[in-house]
């Protein structure tokens, strides 16, 4: 074998999978398609993504980029003036009270140049064409980049993102019907923003009764702006996705008053169909993580979080078969097990969060059981929950789900 694993795609996933395998000894190679620095959506993480970063040894590079502090995040009406906070550093269940915003050009980069100082090969420009698995031989990649060559290596690790290579090539995906959703996002410059300076650097959704907006201040002079509909009433409209865009921004007074002086950076770009998940996360010689082990919806930010701890926990059950010389462990296993409780767990408190039960629970005024100290810790990536924290958790979603067909609180009116 020429290398113990060999990685599809350099995003947070790979590269975090490749610094643990590298950390521990072991030849790894990742192939990634793009030149970094390159675009890529996605700016708001979640604070138990730090202990990661620390573990990884990557934090002093992190900190030197100087990126903007995220304190928590705010749900709004975006026609009324009706809010609630979440501060990671007040919930009593919350154990890291801070995370971060990220230019993912930057961050990107960062993540996958400290792989290759941790001792992974990076061949950036070199796409995955195909691959062969057998049980007894490992796994064979053809790659092409300056020429076209196959590699042979003892594991294959999907970390392809939405290209979800794999499991495209196995038709193993499967969308989320609940979840048929289209994103029209962009970068913007000059947007005017209030509060004090913790509050100017939370994540911002501001939710309508069909669609919200997420607003992220990445950078001094940067904000991530998106707009979330559904993909039926863009497929039923004949507008373009800028004057979607621009309807929605004109339809909430606070938005296109903090857009009144704005300026787009780049174009306006359009994602969907992105929530998903693969029947199969680990096979023979084979695993899947990040986005290509399954997608949820960015309502909670909570992509980059789960790529970093699906590569973390595959490459350390990866570690264990490479040392048993075995092509399917009992730890990979665990790794699919675990997973996928955390990817359900993610979706069962999203689509709770489009049917509005959500946000009208926790816009409540007087918090009931504690709910918003449970919501707290949950949203900010926290997955192995005392029994203190799942009882609220659950009685928060059986509420939400009884409340959605039999009013339990008052109904809000999203304008
Ligand atoms: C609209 C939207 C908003 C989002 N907002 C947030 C947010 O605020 N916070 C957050 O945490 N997450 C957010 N996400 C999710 C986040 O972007 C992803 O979860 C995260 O990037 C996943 O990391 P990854 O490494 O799995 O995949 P990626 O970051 O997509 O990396 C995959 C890499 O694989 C490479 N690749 C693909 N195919 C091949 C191939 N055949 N050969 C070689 N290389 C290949 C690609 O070039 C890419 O660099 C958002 C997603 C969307 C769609």
Partial sequence: MQYDAVIIGGGPAG???????AQAGKRVLVVEKEHFPRFHIGESLLPYNMPIFKEMGVMPALEAADFIPKYGGRFSLAKGDMENAITFGEGSFTEEPLAMHVERSVFDKILLDHARECGAEVREGWTVKDFSI???DGVAVTITGQHEETIQAAFLIDASGLANFTGNR???????????KIAIYGH?????????SCIKTETHIACFEDSWFWIIPFTSNKVSIGLVLDRSAVKSTSLTPEQIFQNAVDSSESIKHMMEHSARIGPLRVTNDYSYSNDELVAPRLIRIGDAAGFLDPVFSSGVYLACVTAREASQAITNALD???ALSSSMKAYEKRTRRNLKRYREVIELFYDRSFIEILLQPEPVLRWPCALNAFLSGRLELPWSLRWRLKTFIWFARIHSRFPLVKKLNFG
């Fill in 15 to 21: 590269s975090t999978a490749a610094t643990y395998l």
């Fill in 134 to 136: 057998s049980e007894n």
């Fill in 170 to 180: 196995q038709q193993l995906r499967q969308f989320h019907p609940q979840l048929q």
């Fill in 188 to 196: 913007f410059t000059g947007i005017t923003l209030t509060g004090d």
């Fill in 324 to 326: 048993s010389n075995q």
